[in-house]
């Protein structure tokens, strides 16, 4: 499996922007889909976007503000994050899944490498 380390989290005001990274190692990053989910204090982890040899992938409250990107020479995928909100505020955890992987780009199980997470918090 391989091993994932995010960074990029903080504290930032509404309107705002952040720059999520994720550094991968221990695989070959190509060979993974890459994925970005939250988890708010009390609820459920959910899916935010996710980037495969397909496309991109976003959730719908992520549309439109945040973009997810990869560099596979630096082993590392980006979530730009703009027009942040309050309820945005999250621990943010990147993620990865073996390329054959079948099933929905936004379905947790199917994602079997997990980072430890970032905290993002916005203020209003």
């Known amino acids: 499996q391989v091993q994932l380390v995010e960074s990029g989290g903080g504290l930032v005001q509404a309107g705002d922007s952040l720059r999520l990274s994720c550094a991968a190692s221990?695989?070959?990053?190509?060979?993974?889909?890459m994925g970005w989910f939250r988890q708010a204090p009390g609820k459920e982890r959910e899916f935010v976007s996710a980037i495969n040899w397909n496309g991109r992938y976003y959730a719908d409250f992520a549309q439109g503000r945040f973009t997810i990107s990869r560099d596979n020479a630096q082993n590392t995928v980006y979530l730009q994050m703009n027009s942040l909100k309050p309820e945005d505020t999250a621990v943010y955890y990147c993620?990865?899944?073996?390329?054959?992987?079948?099933?929905?780009?936004?379905?947790?199980?199917?994602?079997?490498?997990w980072g430890q997470g970032t905290q993002v918090t916005v203020s209003s």
């Open positions: 993620a990865a899944r073996r390329g054959n992987t079948g099933g929905l780009m936004s379905r947790i199980a199917t994602y079997d490498s």
């Open positions: 221990g695989g070959t990053f190509s060979n993974y889909a």
